[in-house]
T-cell receptor
Framework: AQSVTQLGSHVSVSEGALVLLRCNYS??????LFWYVQYPNQGLQLLLK??????LVKGINGFEAEFKKSETSFHLTKPSAHMSDAAEYFC?????????????FGRGTSLIVHP | NAGVTQTPKFQVLKTGQSMTLQCAQD?????MYWYRQDPGMGLRLIYY???????DKGEVPNGYNVSRLNKREFSLRLESAAPSQTSVYFC???????????FGEGSRLTVL
């Protein structure tokens, strides 16, 4: 069975600082990996995804993530935080166990950006 | 494009009352899902429908029923609401075999 662990329920950074949100997964087969962002009182929207190919993937709003199979990780980074990045971020894993790709989500990390 | 539309956006129920959350998508996706979101718990899958005519239980199905009415619509029913079902509910859809989800804006349900 697949699972996702997001380290840190809250991450606080200063505006302009590096953003690093950690995600580790477990999966018995090659996974698809996703990061979603949720702004207050909204649904989730896709930031970026890894399916196959290049292990460094770029997403919207300057975010990127690197798939590291040996570390079973898919950490999300952004070189310089902006106030508008304050939101909840969810890592998700999906694999074809059982014949269908059913995503499993981590518990989320709240990103706080200080002026 | 509307994407995924959920109704109602807010609902207050008394314990024991029933209600149905409606969800419709206009992206011609095969798969649809219902998740609940609770503080510190992330999103937990209640039920999903991999294709029209099929439904399957997710992680937390107790107290819920679903209907895949057609390819566009997937409803979630609470037959006898309990305070533990107070939550934000999200409907999502996806193209089968990708796992990439498209979410509605959520339905906030309070059970008193």
């Amino acid at each position: 069975a697949q699972s996702v662990t997001q380290l840190g329920s809250h991450v606080s950074v200063s505006e302009g600082a590096l953003v690093l949100l950690r995600c580790n997964y477990s999966s018995s087969v090659p996974p698809y990996l996703f990061w979603y962002v949720q702004y207050p009182n909204q649904g989730l929207q896709l930031l970026l995804k890894y399916t196959t190919g290049a292990t460094l993937v770029k997403g919207i709003n300057g975010f990127e993530a690197e798939f590291k199979k040996s570390e079973t990780s898919f950490h999300l980074t952004k070189p310089s935080a902006h106030m508008s990045d304050a939101a909840e971020y969810f890592c998700a894993v999906s694999d074809r166990e059982g014949g269908s790709y059913i995503p499993t989500f981590g518990r989320g990390t709240s990103l706080i950006v200080h002026p | 494009n509307a994407g995924v539309t959920q109704t109602p956006k807010f609902q207050v129920l008394k314990t024991g009352q029933s209600m149905t959350l409606q969800c419709a998508q206009d992206m011609n996706h095969n798969s649809m899902y219902w998740y609940r979101q609770d503080p510190g718990m992330g999103l937990r899958l209640i039920y999903y429908s991999a294709s029209e005519g099929t439904t399957d239980k997710g992680e937390v199905p107790n107290g819920y029923n679903v209907s895949r009415l057609n390819k566009r619509e997937f409803s979630l029913r609470l037959e006898s609401a309990a305070p533990s079902q107070t939550s934000v509910y999200f409907c999502a859809s996806s193209v089968t075999y990708t796992g990439e989800l498209f979410f509605g804006e959520g339905s906030r349900l309070t059970v008193l």
